[in-house]
Nanobody, 120 residues
Framework: VQLVESGGDLVQPGDSLRLSCTAS????????VGWFRQAPGKEREGLSY????????YYADSVKGRFTISGDNAKNTVWLQMNNLRPEDTAVYYC??????????????WGQGTQVNVSS
């Protein structure tokens, strides 16, 4: 069971970025997949999650309206589209997955993270 994030980069404020989370060893069809981030010196923050089987998506207030989560079960991949990025979005971004319906921000499997830096 493995989750691999990609797409992190150094961008300027106002730019957009799309992060990918690809699973191997299991299919995401029956899983809830979430995105988190952790900035230096701060606690890990849950951003969004999706469960395609139940047609569920959720966004934290901090990213609602700017970030969009989506997935393609055929590609076993979930994306996080991030628009209008701000310096405070700088963090390591992680994806995570758990079988079944969402259970808050408690996830069983985690990726290694991808770094996003927003700076002018």
């Amino acid at each position: 069971v493995q989750l691999v994030e990609s797409g992190g980069d150094l961008v300027q404020p106002g730019d957009s970025l799309r992060l990918s989370c690809t699973a191997s060893g299991f299919t995401l069809d029956y899983y809830t997949v979430g995105w988190f981030r952790q900035a230096p010196g701060k606690e890990r923050e849950g951003l969004s999650y999706i469960n395609s089987l139940y047609g569920l998506t959720y966004y934290a207030d901090s990213v609602k309206g700017r970030f969009t989560i989506s997935g393609d079960n055929a590609k076993n991949t979930v994306w996080l589209q991030m628009n209008n990025l701000r310096p405070e979005d700088t963090a390591v971004y992680y994806c995570a997955a758990s079988p079944g319906k969402p259970a808050g921000w408690d996830f069983d499997y985690w990726g290694q993270g991808t770094q996003v830096n927003v700076s002018s």
